[in-house]
């Protein structure tokens, strides 16, 4: 009697040990599995006019998608040259690293630059080499005014005030505490972004279509970039909300 106990107890002993080993793979197969594919985020530098509203609203977008693999900072000048010496300054430390940026964004404004012109061909050069021109006429502001309406009508200087501070002006009627280097604008924008976007691409188009960039952004081309690229699609994946 007691030798059938011992035999359905290594029975039962044999049947639980062949379960549990059912669902494991070959210790053979497990060692010559491939390794999973990480998505390759391309490394991003966003170089910036100064140390106000464009950097901090970057910043922010980049903290919010968490970006680790775009840097953003100031140029060490304020006019658009000054930015794209900064912005190749930077690249060719990055490749002396070894680690260089796949793409360079130069973001500035038009505003009343001598050099906006030639900082801007500069950079129709430099493409070829991963470098991108991000302009706002007449500033950064255009971009956030678009997030509450859309227009078309010419900033202009008007006595001493700039056609900038014109635009800011008109931001200050839709958004009253705004403020140059305000922080949390990114995040309180953040549920009009969507018609941002599409008031901005058409603002493009219609700039094109008359010759007249007065107003208008290319802000709209850098964050559907960095959105299509937080989802690890590239440049023609589709955009991140």
């Known amino acids: 009697m007691a030798h059938c106990r011992s035999y359905l107890n290594l029975r039962k002993w044999l049947v639980a040990n062949m ?76 490749d002396a690293r070894g680690k260089p940026y796949d793409r360079v964004y130069c973001v500035f404004d038009r505003d009343e630059h001598a050099n906006f012109d030639d900082a801007s061909q500069q950079l129709e050069y430099l493409r070829k080499r991963g470098f991108y021109p991000i302009r706002s006429w007449p500033c950064f502001e255009f971009w956030l005014l678009l997030h509450f309406t859309y227009t078309r009508r010419p900033f202009e200087r008007d006595g001493r005030q700039t056609a900038a501070r014109n635009c800011e002006s008109a931001l200050r009627r839709e958004m009253p505490h705004y403020r140059k280097g305000a922080t949390g604008v990114f995040m309180e924008l953040l549920p009009r972004l969507e018609a941002a976007r599409e008031r901005a691409a058409r603002a493009r188009e219609d700039a094109k279509a008359t010759l007249e960039n007065n107003p208008s952004t290319e802000v709209h081309e850098l964050v559907d970039y960095l959105r299509r690229l937080r989802m690890g699609n590239g440049p023609e994946g589709a955009a991140l909300c």
């Open 19 to 94: 379960v549990r080993r059912k669902g494991r793979e070959p210790i053979a197969r497990r060692q010559h599995r491939p390794d999973r594919k990480i998505p390759d985020y391309g490394h991003v530098l966003i170089i910036c006019e100064g140390e106000k509203s464009e950097p901090i609203y970057f910043n922010e977008l980049r903290k919010h998608y968490q970006m680790n693999n775009v840097v953003v900072t100031s140029a060490d000048g304020t006019d658009p040259v000054s930015i794209v010496r900064t912005a190749r300054h930077r690249q060719k430390e990055a």
